[in-house]
């Protein structure tokens, strides 16, 4: 058995047994080696930046990894925005990328980088296989290292993966989440009896269904205010939950979110910084007269640390959580109101929402909170482009549920050619793309940081008119049906039409 065989089988037998590529010459072994192990499914991307993007997805709605195929230094360089995106959002995920031979390492070929230093700044765990007797092990480890999240780079020379002599590894257990210690539960709960104003912040594992509805419950039993990061990585919605509001984005109404807050309560997420530096506005929203507690740290259990502390502070608690309720279809100009309108109006039960609105979501949250259950993903690290790769994930490992992806413009045509897998491999994803023909969002920044400029050539790097973007044409380019709305009604229309038929659909909903 060769390095490549071996390595397959092993990543199988862990549980991990989707891989994402765009393979080059150093990695045909690997693409070899994948019709000896049919278990494994591959799904051919475009660019670099899809295959990480669309394994964050696939990891934040399965919980466990999926693998990446990547080509070289080059290669992992292409998929590091998207790679970013997921170890802000702690997803557990898996990249293989190809290095040349070790004996033609020396010669500096073309191709050569030093591709362990570019892993480094986004993983938790890197190895080089330096044998074929050796890949599967490391293989196995990956996996067991990124159990509670992160990213594992696993190196793998063309020589250990077409060298003979490899034997399948058997899974490494993974470390479980540690428990929160009773002094920190303590020291929370004489936070929350001390009557001072406190918010309890949340993010990660408690976003899920059970985690909201325990922090709900710690609320409602001592008085404490919910608020969530502003951008979850996963997060579950709808009926039945609490109508849980999170922190703003812009820093005067984050800093004004928070304003009076004695102690701050960390559960699952990290204490709230601005995305960046403003001219006069401190670094973060949270008051400076404020204490922050550590309840749980992201990868520690959070949910059970809610628990336990809602019986320690509110036993007989009922938390508060939303009725349902959907809004009335709007008619007439589509702005991005009646938009996140139509999608709250026509929301179906189990979606995934994948959302990369940007500026043009005013309204999504507010207006689809308490619709049907469905799931929300995020940009957690802000790196634009991850849209459309994540719907692609979240579309293979939840492949009978639909999902919805509410696509900026702009940062669609980082990775426009993830339409082409949604075409290949049928994925059941309506894009919404918010054309409003512009980078909106840094005209808002040139303000905020003090560098506004009514000049032409400034106004001009934010226009994406002249030509103007046809993603109905780039859309069905790549064998996804695609249509224009110019109003709410043009795009309810459109939007039930695609929820109705399986496979991919576009939507170019221009805005006014």
């Given amino acids: 058995m060769n390095g490549a065989q071996a390595l397959i089988r092993t990543l199988v037998d862990a549980g991990v047994d989707v891989c994402f590529a765009n393979p080059g010459t150093s990695e045909m072994h690997f693409v070899a080696a994948l019709d000896d192990v049919p278990e494994m499914r591959a799904v051919l991307t475009l660019f670099e930046g899809v295959a990480t993007g669309a394994a964050d997805g696939y990891a934040r709605m399965t919980g466990r990894p999926a693998a990446t195929l990547l080509h070289l230094g080059p290669g992992l ?33 073309p191709l050569e980088s030093d591709i362990d230093a570019l892993a480094g700044t986004v993983s938790r765990w890197v190895r080089r296989s330096l044998s074929p007797a050796d890949v599967a092990a490391d293989a196995a480890e990956a996996v067991a ?28 257990p993974g470390r479980p989440r540690p428990r929160v210690a009773s002094p920190v539960l303590e020291d929370v709960a004489k936070a929350l009896r001390s009557g001072e104003p406190t918010v309890l912040f949340v993010g990660g594992d408690v976003m899920t269904a059970d985690g909201q509805l325990a922090a709900a419950q710690v609320a409602a039993g001592t008085g404490a205010r919910l608020v969530a990061e502003t951008f979850p990585a996963r997060s579950a919605r709808g009926a039945g939950l609490p109508d849980l509001h999170r922190l703003p984005y812009p820093p005067e109404m984050a800093m004004a979110a928070l304003a009076g807050t004695k102690h701050l309560v960390l559960a699952g997420a990290t204490a709230p910084v ?28 959070g949910v059970a640390a809610l628990r336990e502390l ?8 009922t938390p508060e959580v939303a009725e349902f309720e959907q809004p009335e279809l709007p008619i007439g100009p589509l702005t991005p109101r009646t938009m996140a309108a139509v999608v709250g109006a026509l929301l179906p039960e189990g979606a995934i929402v994948v959302d990369e609105a940007l500026t043009s979501g ?19 690290g802000g790196a634009i482009g991850d849209g459309l790769p994540m719907a692609l994930g979240a579309a293979v490992a939840c492949p009978d549920r639909p ?4 696509q900026a413009d702009g940062s669609a045509m980082y990775t426009i050619s993830a339409l082409w897998s949604y075409a290949r491999e049928q994925a059941d994803i309506t894009t919404i793309v918010c054309d409003n023909a512009s980078y909106a969002i840094l005209e808002h920044e040139l ?3 003090g560098a506004s400029s009514d ?23 790549m064998g996804v049906p695609a249509t224009r709305a110019t109003t709410a009604e043009e795009l309810a229309d459109q939007l039930r039409t695609a929820l109705a038929e399986p496979g991919p659909h576009l939507i170019d909903a221009v805005l006014r």
């Fill in 455 to 477: 000049g032409e050539r400034a106004r001009k790097l934010f226009d994406l008119g002249g030509p103007a973007l046809d993603f109905v044409s780039l859309a069905q380019g």
């Fill in 274 to 301: 601005h995305f960046f530096a403003y001219p006069d506005t401190p670094g973060t929203p949270v008051p400076e007269d404020c204490t922050v507690h550590v309840l749980s740290e992201p990868g520690e259990d």
């Fill in 447 to 449: 303000e905020k940081v």
């Fill in 145 to 172: 290292a990124i159990s509670t999240g992160g990213i594992a780079t696993l190196v793998l020379p063309a020589d250990v993966s077409w060298g003979d002599g490899a034997e399948v590894a058997s899974p490494v």
């Fill in 310 to 317: 809602a019986e320690l502070v509110a036993p007989d608690a």
């Fill in 403 to 406: 999902v919805i992806g509410i």
């Fill in 362 to 380: 005013v309204g999504l949250t507010e207006l689809t909170s308490a619709g049907p259950r469905h799931d929300w993903l995020s940009l957690t």
């Fill in 77 to 109: 360089g292409n998929g590091l925005a998207n790679l970013h995106n997921a170890r802000r959002g702690k997803a557990p995920l898996l990249n293989v990328v190809g290095d040349h031979g070790r004996s033609h390492k020396r010669l500096d070929a």
